[in-house]
């Protein structure tokens, strides 16, 4: 069974720095789109299931980032671990939510994949 779980959600100061990993777990042949996404408490955006995109990054390489998040966050990948992070710099308590890591996965040589969500971890910010 091929699942996504995060991890590295805590509570930090404004200003201070925090990395998520979220790890796909079970029979994954390659990492292929992977993103964060985040949901601050009670707010629902427009997007994808109402969270908003932090950033992605693609089995070539290529990132993207919200511009609220840009030059604080990088999204990098370690395709030997089945992992991907999130490393977070310069907190503010705007950035305070709970973060999901979703991925496209390849299950097999020839094709199959899996699309999904992690179940969240909680990032809170103090001021």
């Known amino acids: 069974q091929v699942q996504l779980v995060e991890s590295g959600g805590t509570l930090v100061e404004a200003g201070g720095s925090l990395r998520l990993s979220c790890v796909a777990s079970?029979?994954?042949?390659?990492?292929?789109?992977m993103g964060w996404y985040r949901q601050a408490p009670g707010k629902q955006r427009e997007g994808v299931a109402g969270?908003?995109?932090?950033?992605?990054?693609?089995?070539?390489?290529?990132?993207n980032y919200a511009d609220s998040v840009l030059g604080r966050f990088t999204i990098s990948r370690d395709n030997a671990k089945n992992t991907f992070y999130l490393q977070m710099t310069s907190l503010k308590p705007e950035d305070t939510a709970v973060y999901y890591c979703?991925?496209?996965?390849?299950?097999?040589?020839?094709?199959?994949?899996?699309?999904?969500w992690g179940q969240g971890t909680r990032v809170t910010v103090s001021s």
């Open positions: 979703n991925a496209e996965l390849g299950l097999s040589a020839n094709g199959a994949t899996w699309y999904g």
């Open positions: 079970g029979s994954v042949f390659s990492l292929n789109f």
């Open positions: 969270r908003e995109l932090v950033a992605t990054v693609t089995s070539g390489g290529s990132t």
